[in-house]
């Protein structure tokens, strides 16, 4: 009896498929895509209608004759590749290329890989949907055009080795504008008046009340300390008395699963993962892993989701653990549903949530190493929690007047408590921002309207208006999703490629632009406002979907891009060169004398004479660690080698060739004075005696 071929994308995912089908089916893994558009050229003629040149990568030619091999001879061939249009392109290539069309091949999807998903998606398999692969086409071709078409444009203009991309334009502008903000702000000067207040004649802890303005309702603004002092004299010799107080009980909801952008966001703020590193731990537990007798199984559902619809037997399963769990009190009578947030959100796709709701974190743990296990722990808590029953708070609001006997001017305090009465969804999670909040809540003593208060201190503080603060990593990823720039595919490999072509960088984990970044982003702004207007961005992205949904024509999305594009570009050849101020750094050159400076080149940064082209003087750029060299005696330094990872060697080089891999450390080892280097977290090892020991801050 011929058997059934299915074609995954990695290794992972078809080991824990073929645990689930069994007999009868063979998987074959692709390692991603097997054809597309050449490495070194366009690839792209825009004369007849854009009609893109795929090529098989050389490194991709053993595995098509694989494919093509195992394809002979079976009964059918299943594309099983990821539920998006990138899953669906790769379904399309595989069936071109290999030739499936010689032999029945049908497409499934997934959004899960659990048994009784995978039995549905072979039962209800279906042709390649061609309106989808479109919009992937159209998406890479017009990143195509811009990325290959602009690349050399930087070249000419600002410098060598430089690219650009059509969303990560827009990025880094986003960046670029919020920079340009903060070094426009002109911080304002202002006081704020503390009341520590008492209740009288009844001992009780003082509480706070801040000054918000007099008692008729006008606001107060204090612009100096002449002014906080002159009203701190006058409250000196006020009577306090509650104005107001009004109580009432508010429920707080749960959030709802997790889509990718919230993943992403909510990882860098408790965990401070980068969107890149989220994702790829997302990857292996949907892929799978192995779970001892349970062999391998997908934890989560499709990491790449915009929307937070979730399966009625999710919903059902969920709500059955948390009535055996916690008990009815935790459980709503009404199953929870949330509406799709993000403008474009599709609904056929699920939250990312547990496979198994009781498969919990604790019961799987020797399976995961740290992270996974985090971010896996993660998911289920959000899950479990959007289906419970709300947080009650009592909220307390206390208003009060200090009335200055000489004056007669009648001042207004207020105060806030809020304080739990239910915990509901929060005995299983809170997200991070709303844990802080409630750090920040004060506690009130029982307090009635007339109750006479009073003062233990007036405290006044200065204060300066703050400028916007720098993006993040998720509060980056939250604009982008906000203004529509994007997709969940895409919004790690944004952040990846702005910092890996040093158009940004982080500090204490803040995006900032450097200086090569506000060059290539005030040229685009200056010759193609569209490629990097937010709003154009985000029509593009409404087209793509429209691609994708509605049938709508791609070449004739992508000839309304490139006509007005490629107009801009010919204007663009007549911009001046952009000039780049070159860091200067310690030493002089060896040749000349003249001061030495850091330039960027093909395989990162190195060092070169300010004299060039006279004198042209270069070196490798070093990161001096103050360490030694075990073998000599001088200083240790870093250097990238030509895949730009950093390693650190002697000084010496080549006199002394000694090298390693990890950080070497300033100070030695305290068993055997060897190289102390850094190990893993917050530990360090000698690599002399092998001796670990805790990891200061260097």
């Given at each position: 009896m011929k058997s059934n071929l299915v074609i995954v994308e990695s290794p992972a995912k078809a080991r824990t498929l073929a645990g689930i089908l069994g007999r009868g089916y063979r998987l074959k893994a692709s390692l991603g895509h097997i054809r597309d558009l050449p490495r070194s050229r366009l690839g792209v003629d825009t004369e007849h209608d854009f009609t893109p040149k795929y090529v098989i990568p050389r490194d991709k030619a053993k595995l098509v004759r694989e494919l093509k091999k195992a394809v002979k001879g079976v009964a059918a061939v299943y594309l099983a590749t990821d539920p998006d249009r990138e899953g669906e392109a790769i379904a399309w290539h595989l069936a071109d290329v290999i030739g499936a069309g010689k032999t029945?091949?049908?497409?499934?999807?997934?959004?899960?890989?659990?048994?009784?998903?995978?039995?549905?998606?072979?039962?209800?398999?279906?042709?390649?949907?061609?309106?989808?692969?479109?919009?992937?086409?159209?998406?890479?071709?017009?990143?195509?055009?811009?990325?290959?078409?602009?690349?050399?444009?930087?070249?000419?203009?600002?410098?060598?080795?430089?690219?650009?991309?059509?969303?990560?334009?827009?990025?880094?502008?986003?960046?670029?504008?919020?920079?340009?903000?903060?070094?426009?702000?002109?911080?304002?000067?202002?006081?704020?008046?503390?009341?520590?207040?008492?209740?009288?004649?009844?001992?009780?802890?003082?509480?706070?009340?801040?000054?918000?303005?007099?008692?008729?309702?006008?606001?107060?603004?204090?612009?100096?300390?002449?002014?906080?002092?002159?009203?701190?004299?006058?409250?000196?010799?006020?009577?306090?008395?509650?104005?107001?107080?009004?109580?009432?009980?508010?429920?707080?909801?749960?959030?709802?699963?997790?889509?990718?952008?919230?993943?992403?966001?909510?990882?860098?703020?408790?965990?401070?993962?980068?969107?890149?590193?989220?994702?790829?731990?997302?990857?292996?537990?949907?892929?799978?892993?192995?779970?001892?007798?349970?062999?391998?199984?997908?934890?989560?559902?499709?990491?790449?989701?915009?929307?937070?619809?979730?399966?009625?037997?999710?919903?059902?399963?969920?709500?059955?653990?948390?009535?055996?769990?916690?008990?009815?009190?935790?459980?709503?009578?009404?199953?929870?549903?949330?509406?799709?947030?993000?403008?474009?959100?599709?609904?056929?796709?699920?939250?990312?949530?547990?496979?198994?709701?009781?498969?919990?974190?604790?019961?799987?743990?020797?399976?995961?190493?740290?992270?996974?296990?985090?971010?896996?722990?993660?998911?289920?808590?959000?899950?479990?929690?959007?289906?419970?029953a709300a947080a009650i708070f009592e909220n307390t609001a206390v208003d009060i007047e200090a009335r200055c006997p000489v004056s007669k001017t009648r001042y207004l305090f207020r105060s806030s408590s809020s304080v739990s009465i239910f915990p509901g969804f929060k005995i299983i999670y809170s997200e991070s921002k709303d844990i802080e909040e409630e750090k920040k809540s004060t506690s009130l003593p029982l307090l009635e309207k007339g109750d006479l208060l009073e003062l233990v201190e007036l405290l006044s503080g200065q204060h300066f208006t703050q400028p916007p603060p720098r993006f993040t990593e998720a509060t980056l990823i939250k604009s982008l999703e906000q203004r529509g720039i994007g997709r969940p595919s895409t919004y790690a490999p944004i952040l990846s490629t702005i910092q890996e072509r040093e158009y940004v960088l982080k500090e204490k984990g803040n995006i900032k632009p450097t200086e090569l970044g506000m060059a290539v982003n005030g040229l685009l702004v200056r010759c193609f406002p569209d490629i990097v207007n937010v709003e154009f961005t985000a029509r593009m992205e409404d087209e793509l979907d429209k691609i994708a949904g509605d049938n709508m024509d791609w070449v004739q999305v992508v000839s309304n891009f490139y006509s007005p594009f490629d107009s801009d570009l010919e204007k663009a050849q007549q911009v001046d060169k952009v000039d780049l101020l070159e860091e200067t750094v310690e030493g002089l050159c060896p040749d000349c004398d003249r001061p030495l400076v850091l330039k960027h080149g093909r395989f990162g940064k190195f060092v070169a004479c300010s004299g060039y082209p006279d004198c042209k003087y270069t070196a490798s750029y070093q990161i001096k660690t103050g360490a030694r060299c075990p073998e000599c005696g001088a200083e240790l330094v870093g250097k990238k080698n030509r895949r730009g990872r950093t390693f650190y060697g002697c000084s010496r080089y080549p006199e002394c060739k000694f090298a390693t891999n990890y950080r070497p450390l300033s100070r030695p080892c305290s068993k055997c004075d060897g190289l102390l280097t850094a190990y893993r977290g917050k530990w360090a090892q000698c690599s002399k005696c092998k001796h670990k020991e805790k990891l200061e801050q260097e």
């Open positions: 029945p091949y049908r497409r499934v999807v997934f959004h899960e890989i659990t048994e009784p998903a995978i039995k549905r998606a072979f039962k209800h398999s279906r042709p390649i949907d061609m309106q989808l692969v479109n919009a992937q086409q159209a998406r890479r071709i017009l990143d195509r055009l811009v990325g290959y078409k602009l690349s050399p444009l930087l070249w000419r203009k600002v410098r060598r080795g430089l690219s650009a991309g059509r969303v990560q334009s827009v990025a880094l502008r986003i960046i670029v504008d919020r920079e340009r903000e903060i070094e426009q702000f002109v911080p304002q000067e202002y006081w704020t008046i503390e009341a520590k207040l008492t209740k009288r004649d009844i001992e009780s802890p003082p509480f706070s009340a801040l000054l918000v303005g007099l008692a008729d309702g006008t606001k107060l603004d204090i612009g100096s300390q002449e002014e906080a002092e002159e009203i701190k004299n006058e409250l000196e010799s006020a009577g306090y008395i509650v104005a107001k107080v009004k109580t009432k009980k508010v429920n707080r909801q749960p959030a709802p699963p997790f889509i990718t952008s919230t993943l992403q966001q909510e990882a860098w703020r408790r965990f401070r993962f980068t969107a890149k590193q989220t994702m790829a731990l997302a990857q292996q537990l949907y892929e799978g892993l192995p779970l001892g007798s349970e062999g391998n199984a997908g934890l989560i559902t499709y990491m790449r989701t915009d929307s937070t619809h979730v399966a009625r037997s999710a919903v059902d399963e969920t709500r059955q653990f948390i009535a055996k769990e916690h008990g009815p009190k935790f459980l709503p009578p009404n199953a929870r549903s949330f509406a799709g947030r993000v403008k474009g959100a599709q609904e056929a796709h699920e939250a990312i949530r547990p496979t198994k709701i009781w498969r919990q974190p604790t019961g799987i743990r020797q399976f995961l190493n740290t992270n996974q296990l985090r971010l896996y722990q993660l998911i289920w808590q959000r899950m479990v929690a959007s289906q419970m």
